[in-house]
Every structure is written in C-alpha cells, then in structure tokens.
C-alpha cells in the first residue's frame, strides 16, 4: 500500500531486582535464515529472546531488524538461576 510505513517497536525491559540484569545464554536455535537467541538474567530469572530473522506473522515481511521480546521469570527460569549459583 503506497504511504503505508512500518514501525517496529521494541519492547523494554523489565526492572532488575539488581542493578541491571547480567544475561547469560540459554539456547541458540536456527530460524530461517537466522537464529533465536534465548538468554536468562543470572538475578531476577527475567528471559530475553531474541531473533536474528523475525517475520511478522500477518504479512510475512521479514525485519531487517533482531526483535527483542521478554518473558517474566517462570519456575523453569528461577531453576536455572539457583543452579546456576
């Protein structure tokens, strides 16, 4: 559609129960032609998910762009957190 623009909006990032969150990766799978990149905060179990080649699900339009979305800490994040020490 002709004066149509996309806006990609990233979402923020939850507050940290520390000063800032220290990311440590989870998993790298491929996606496309890029990966997703899942990483847990070593403090609050926050996640961040991040992929290399998202394509939104309405239009098929792939981003030139890594999307970065996050999750809330779960019971499987937390886990990961007391384990990792």
């Not at 926050?46 to 939104?56: I, P």
């Amino acid at each position: 559609m002709v004066g149509q623009r996309d806006i990609i909006v990233q979402q923020e990032p939850p507050e940290c129960s520390q000063d800032e969150h220290e990311w440590a990766n989870q998993s790298v799978v491929g996606h496309g032609g890029g990966v997703i990149i899942t990483e847990t905060c070593h403090h609050c179990g926050t996640v961040r998910v991040t992929d290399t080649w998202h394509q939104d699900s309405q239009s098929g339009r792939v981003w030139p762009v890594d999307h970065v979305s996050y999750r809330e800490a779960d019971d499987d994040s937390l886990e990961w957190v007391e384990a990792a020490g």
